[in-house]
């Protein structure tokens, strides 16, 4: 039976962020019935799909508005339709919504991760965040006297003189993880609205890279290194289900607009509550395929992801899972990029310092 992680979708949120571009909705009167087709999902998904849940992760939206019933509800659901051997059950949870933080532990959550994205009032304003940088940090001291492992988002870029070493230090005391974001502005989103009509100042690209180093230079200070481009984490504290995405394990979503990975083919459901309510989803056959196995397309997104990660890739699992030779196949593209590579131990991975180009860097691989 093949291991898998299981990502359920909480689409509700009191208000939508200004720089969101997740599926989310505000109807928060249609939870009930959320809840009632996401455990109609997982039970039929289970039977498309059988495997031994190893993580799960709730995502958003804004997980934490469920009631505590509906969790239980949802765990009973997973717990009933899946062989479950958990190493790792996150939940994420906003400031303003976390009065029920240590309640989640009795559901077997052992991980939670808190949105603070900054500490600095008017940038948590302008992005249309709900709580105060109190909220956040208290958020987090209350997080920590319950889980052993607690993690806090945090977006850089937001303007040109944003103190994100602040920010780093401030939250550490309470964190074993941390994730820093860019600011990306999506098109039609409030943000860019706000940008074109001159009302909010984004850090420019030089700015935003500076920052950048400034987050993985505290973060290493405070002994958090990172080990994903956005990623930072305590030894032993690395998210293990989003290394299933860079790692090419299977996953299975729940939920509107939630993705999964089975068996070589990716697919989605459909970005639509009203949809998703009347049964759209993959547990009745009405996903999306976005594609079909490929073994080039499977080459391709194996570097992709591998060489997101610190430990970049293993060419000995590489040329044994796809019977090539990796140094051989791509020798043109890594010449390339030689001075930004290192190879060590039978692993090719980007430098450190170079992280901030890596997407560069990795298109050179693949296209030379």
């Not at 992680?5 to 909705?25: A, T, V, W």
């Not at 956005?230 to 989003?242: D, Q």
């Not at 397309?297 to 040329?319: P, V």
Request: charge should be neutral; aromatic fraction near 12%.
């Amino acid at each position: 039976m093949n291991g898998a992680g299981l990502y359920i979708h909480i689409p509700f949120c009191k208000k939508r962020c200004n720089y969101c571009d997740f599926f989310s909705s505000t109807d928060q009167e249609s939870i009930d019935r959320y809840v009632d087709e996401a455990v109609k999902e997982i039970t039929l998904v289970s039977k498309r799909f059988p495997a031994k849940i190893e993580t799960i992760y709730f995502g958003g939206g804004t997980p934490s508005l469920l009631s505590l019933s509906h969790f239980d509800k949802i765990f009973s659901a997973i717990h009933s339709s899946f062989s479950v051997e958990s190493k790792e059950t996150t939940i994420e949870v906003n400031p303003n919504s976390s009065g029920d933080l240590a309640e989640y532990k009795k559901f077997g959550i052992d991980r939670v991760s808190i949105g603070i994205q900054t500490l600095d009032p008017v940038l948590l304003r302008k992005i249309g965040r709900l709580h105060t940088p109190e909220e956040g940090i208290d958020a987090l001291l209350r997080a920590r006297e319950v889980y052993d492992n607690v993690s806090a988002d945090l977006i850089i870029g937001l303007d040109g003189k944003q103190d994100v070493e602040r920010d780093v230090y401030s939250i550490a005391p309470y964190c074993t993880h941390v994730s820093g974001y860019m600011l990306s502005v999506p098109k039609k989103s409030k943000i860019e609205n706000m940008i074109k009509s001159e009302e909010f100042f984004p850090a420019n690209d030089e700015q935003t890279v500076d920052q950048y180093d400034i987050l993985t230079n505290t973060c290493r200070e405070l002994g958090f290194y990172r080990y994903e481009t956005s990623n930072y984490a305590r030894l032993g504290k690395e998210g293990i289900h989003n290394g299933n995405y860079w790692a090419m394990r299977p996953y299975i979503g729940i939920g509107p607009s939630a993705h999964s990975y089975f068996n070589g083919v990716r697919y989605y459901n459909v970005n639509d509550l009203k949809k998703y309510l009347s049964g759209c989803h993959s547990g009745s056959c009405k996903e999306k395929i976005e594609r079909k196995y490929s073994v080039e397309d499977e080459i391709t997104e194996t570097i992709m992801l591998s060489l997101r990660t610190a430990k970049g890739i293993d060419i000995k699992s590489f040329n044994e899972k796809f019977h090539s030779d990796f140094l051989k196949k791509y020798e043109k593209g890594i010449d390339a990029v030689k001075k930004y590579v290192s190879i060590t131990n039978n692993r090719l991975y980007i430098l450190p310092k170079y992280f901030s180009v890596q997407n560069q860097v990795i298109l050179s691989i693949l296209t030379h």
